[in-house]
């Protein structure tokens, strides 16, 4: 599976940005799919995850609230719409499938995309 992120780009605070990311290669749609960031100098940490058929959704509580993941099995895509953006939200966001589980580890994932840049300004 390869995936590819987009939708990034240099925002004021307050402001919304729409992620998504497409896969190719093979369907995900059995899979779980997991938005994940990683800012300057610090370790990569889970955003949110959504489940196969969109039965469940689990967000990190740092964006709880602000951020909502969503998916179009039928175009291979996951979305992440982020409102509220805050500062600390600036960081490179990637997705990734879980072929076993709803994970919220890192080592939980499987593939992993190129990621898109999301840059926050007070």
């Known amino acids: 599976v390869q995936l590819q992120a987009s939708g990034g780009g240099l925002v004021q605070a307050g402001d919304s940005l729409r992620l998504s990311c497409v896969a190719s290669g093979r369907t995900v749609s059995y899979y779980a799919m997991g938005w994940f960031r990683q800012a300057p100098g610090k370790q990569r940490e889970f955003v949110a995850v959504?489940?196969?058929?969109?039965?469940?959704?689990y967000y990190a509580d740092s964006v709880k609230g602000r951020f909502t993941i969503s998916r179009d099995d039928a175009k291979n895509t996951v979305y992440l719409q982020m409102n509220n953006l805050k500062p600390e939200d600036t960081a490179v966001y990637s997705c990734?499938?879980?072929?076993?589980?709803?994970?919220?580890?890192?080592?939980?994932?499987?593939?992993w995309g190129r990621g898109t840049l999301v840059t926050v300004s007070s």
């Open positions: 990734a499938t879980d072929h076993d589980g709803v994970g919220t580890r890192v080592g939980s994932y499987d593939d």
């Open positions: 959504i489940s196969a058929s969109s039965r469940s959704t």
